[in-house]
């Protein structure tokens, strides 16, 4: 017999659950570039936690964070002046995928947007991978409605 999975709990994330979040964004990507020192790192986190266009969202198998995405709530003087929303840095923990908890995360994400009154919310991805575009769509993102470009600074 299989033991009962802890329950999935969607939360803001709190500014003591930073290293927990970090720990998560070793599944997002492969490599990633270099934290700078930890009070650099506090800081900024302290004034994401104190933005109130900025909510972390994190997703738990009971005390552990298993999934989580930013979603950042703009301003806008269009479209009735209703904001619209970006959605970033999704992940789940590897262990954990296929289950329905970054689905639910997104469900949430999108509730948050349509609750500040956002006329849309979007999502970019790097990943080529067909199932990942199938999790998007299927999360309710349509990859055909708009069109992205990316521009970084020179090397």
């Keep these: 017999m299989h033991p009962t999975p802890p329950p999935f709990a969607i939360r803001p994330l709190a500014a003591s659950d930073l290293a927990a979040l970090l720990a998560l964004y ?8 270099a934290l700078p020192p930890q009070p650099e790192v506090q800081a900024i986190w302290q004034g994401l936690m104190a933005d109130p266009h900025h909510l972390y969202l994190g997703g738990f198998a009971g005390a552990q964070l298993v999934s989580s995405c930013v979603v950042l709530v703009v301003p806008n003087l269009t479209r009735g002046c209703r904001s619209y929303a970006l959605i970033e840095n999704v992940v789940t923990h590897a262990g954990y995928r296929q289950r329905g908890y970054g689905r639910a995360l997104l469900h949430a994400a999108l509730a948050h947007a349509w609750g ?36 970084r600074p020179p090397a």
């Design 26 to 33: 070793t599944h997002l990507h492969a490599a990633d570039d």
């Design 116 to 151: 500040r009154n956002c006329y849309k919310a979007m999502l970019m991805t790097g990943s080529k991978d067909e199932n990942t575009w199938r999790f998007y769509a299927g999360a309710g993102f349509d990859a055909h409605d708009k069109q992205a470009f990316v521009a």
